[in-house]
């Protein structure tokens, strides 16, 4: 069993009217203090892109963007085919 599943079970023992969600939420801060981690292990890769907790769960495209990409899409025109300009050759005749 790792380090941080032995410290939960700790805390739920001392937090018995905690959710195991509620446990796991309060747990977290403690236990990297505990351990003096940091939030991000070295390992994991950080993402480019990240919402603010007033964007949480909306996009982040404005209003006239969003507008924009709504609206009905305009079917673009199909390439028209040329055609030949020279004349068909007529059978030859004898």
Do not use: C, I, V
């Not at 410290?7 to 203090?33: C, I, T």
């Amino acid at each position: 069993m790792n380090d941080w599943m032995k410290f939960l079970m700790k805390w739920r023992k001392d937090h018995p009217n905690q959710s195991l969600k509620e446990a796991m939420k309060n747990a977290k801060g403690p236990y990297r203090k505990m351990k003096g981690g940091s939030k991000r292990s070295p390992t994991m890769k950080k993402t480019t892109t990240r919402r603010s907790p007033s964007m949480k769960g909306g996009s982040k495209r404005s209003p006239s963007m969003k507008q924009s990409m709504m609206a009905p899409k305009k079917k673009k025109a199909s390439p028209k085919k040329k055609k030949s300009t020279k004349k068909k050759a007529s059978p030859k005749r004898k």
